[in-house]
């Protein structure tokens, strides 16, 4: 819900999902001075370090062009040939310039925001094109801040350049009693240094404007409570998102659930199919709870777990069955079921003490009788 439709302030933090779709769309935060700063630090500082072989580079080779054999001036193909070749010459010198230009072009935007490509961004708005919201645009905060950018950027370079003009005049007076080459050659190291301190003048004003821009970003796409919440219903309501939060629920459900079956008393078991543990608490109150149950997969791993904790197993199939569809995990056995039960842990409880006194083992109950109204459950298998 827009906030002028809600009558409430975006003041909540964006949610991971409205940043992923902000950036499908190209709404990222980016800094045009940072970019226009990397690429003319990168250009003056390539001037700076490789100017020299540069221009001495293009000065040969307008030396070779301008020094043409007579007999080639009549010969057009050897015109030709010769036009490539210096060509080739002058973009094997300006090459590496050339290629850390790209590279800095590139590196400016990645360095804020990421890479990001979007068709959408580069689809045409016919909102643009309305004057009205260019008009709206001009008295925008963001054209205030652009101003003030200018006229920072203004002031700053025109303040630098008068330092810089103080500080090399008495070298400029000298150019005239320099030669052609030399006068060429000293006057491009002044202006490749002057090039370079312009542009790291120019840092001043991307410390002001990267966080302005990452704030203003992050205020875009603030959200209302109620934007949250229709995002956490719209989120919640896809089937992926549901299938997924249900395994998730089934594994932790599962988990716990594995983790009370060495607690059992009992496990009684279809053998194979079902596995239902007991536990019961001598003295209590209450009827015997189902602590786990599992059938197929689930039931083998019940069983792997009791068998590894010593937990004592008794086969009793239609009992088995009418415990796994009629009780829930840590619910009590129904009242119907008392009977049965008690004899599975009667059988238990024997077992138990014949076993700490060395007497002789009870037979497990052969025959575990259940009611009529249970049957129909202890004939299902699935």
């Given at each position: 819900?827009?906030?002028?439709?809600?009558?409430?302030?975006?003041?909540?933090?964006?949610?991971?999902?409205?940043?992923?779709?902000?950036?499908?769309?190209?709404?990222i935060?980016?800094?045009?001075?940072?970019?226009?700063?990397?690429?003319?630090?990168?250009?003056?500082?390539?001037?700076?370090?490789s100017?020299?072989?540069?221009?001495?580079?293009?000065?040969?080779?307008?030396?070779?062009?301008?020094?043409?054999?007579?007999?080639?001036?009549?010969?057009?193909?050897?015109?030709?040939?010769?036009?490539?070749?210096?060509?080739q010459?002058?973009?094997?010198?300006?090459?590496?310039?050339?290629?850390?230009?790209?590279?800095?072009?590139?590196?400016?935007?990645?360095?804020?925001?990421?890479?990001?490509?979007?068709?959408?961004?580069?689809?045409?708005?016919?909102?643009?094109?309305?004057?009205?919201?260019g008009?709206?645009?001009?008295?925008?905060?963001?054209s205030?801040v652009?101003?003030?950018?200018?006229?920072?950027?203004?002031?700053?370079?025109?303040?630098?350049?008068?330092?810089?003009?103080?500080?090399?005049?008495?070298?400029?007076?000298?150019?005239?009693?320099?030669?052609?080459?030399?006068?060429?050659?000293?006057?491009?190291?002044?202006?490749?240094?002057?090039?370079?301190?312009?542009?790291?003048?120019?840092?001043?004003?991307?410390?002001?404007?990267?966080?302005?821009?990452?704030?203003?970003?992050?205020?875009?796409?603030?959200m209302?409570?109620?934007?949250?919440?229709?995002?956490?219903?719209?989120?919640?309501?896809?089937?992926?998102?549901?299938?997924?939060?249900?395994?998730?629920?089934?594994?932790?459900?599962?988990?716990?659930?594995?983790e009370?079956?060495?607690?059992?008393?009992?496990?009684?078991?279809?053998?194979?199919?079902?596995?239902?543990?007991?536990?019961?608490?001598?003295g209590?109150?209450?009827?015997?709870?189902?602590?786990?149950?599992?059938?197929?997969?689930?039931?083998?791993?019940?069983?792997?777990?009791?068998?590894?904790?010593?937990?004592?197993?008794?086969?009793?199939?239609?009992?088995?069955?009418?415990?796994?569809?009629?009780?829930?995990?840590?619910?009590?056995?129904?009242?119907?079921?008392?009977?049965?039960?008690?004899?599975?842990?009667?059988?238990?409880?024997?077992?138990?003490?014949?076993?700490?006194?060395?007497?002789k083992?009870?037979?497990?109950?052969?025959?575990?009788?259940?009611?009529?109204?249970?049957?129909?459950?202890?004939?299902?298998?699935?």
């Open positions: 819900m827009a906030e002028e439709d809600s009558g409430q302030e975006k003041t909540e933090e964006p949610t991971a999902k409205r940043e992923e779709d902000a950036r499908k769309k190209g709404d935060a980016r800094s045009k001075e940072l970019n226009t700063v990397v690429v003319l630090m990168m250009g003056s500082t390539m001037l700076w370090m100017g020299d072989r540069i221009f001495k580079g293009m000065w040969g080779v307008m030396q070779q062009s301008f020094t043409i054999d007579r007999s080639l001036m009549y010969d057009p193909l050897a015109m030709v040939a010769r036009l490539q070749l210096f060509m010459e002058a973009v094997m010198f300006i090459a590496p310039f050339l290629a850390a230009m790209v590279v800095a072009a590139l590196a400016g935007p990645i360095s804020m925001g990421g890479w990001s490509f979007s068709a959408e961004a580069m689809a045409p708005k016919l909102s643009k094109m309305n004057p009205l919201s008009f709206k645009r001009m008295f925008a905060v963001r205030l652009e101003l003030v950018k200018s006229l920072l950027k203004f002031l700053l370079i025109l303040g630098i350049m008068f330092l810089l003009a103080n500080a090399y005049l008495h070298e400029f007076i000298q150019f005239s009693q320099m030669s052609l080459r030399g006068a060429l050659i000293h006057a491009s190291d002044l202006m490749t240094l002057s090039f370079v301190v312009l542009c790291a003048s120019l840092l001043l004003v991307v410390a002001i404007d990267v966080p302005f821009s990452l704030w203003e970003h992050k205020k875009k796409l603030k209302t409570h109620q934007e949250i919440k229709d995002e956490m219903k719209q989120t919640d309501g896809r089937p992926e998102v549901k299938s997924k939060i249900r395994q998730l629920q089934q594994e932790m459900s599962q988990g716990r659930m594995m009370q079956v060495p607690l059992a008393d009992v496990i009684v078991t279809n053998p194979t199919h079902f596995a239902i543990a007991l536990k019961y608490e001598e209590g109150n209450g009827a015997p709870r189902v602590v786990a149950k599992g059938a197929d997969l689930v039931a083998a791993q019940i069983r792997n777990i009791a068998v590894g904790h010593g937990v004592i197993f008794v086969s009793a199939p239609p009992l088995a069955r009418a415990l796994y569809f009629t009780t829930k995990i840590d619910h009590e056995v129904p009242k119907g079921l008392y009977l049965a039960v008690a004899q599975v842990l009667a059988y238990v409880f024997q077992l138990r003490i014949a076993t700490e006194k060395h007497w083992k009870p037979k497990p109950p052969k025959d575990v009788s259940i009611p009529d109204e249970y049957k129909k459950y202890a004939e299902r298998t699935h």
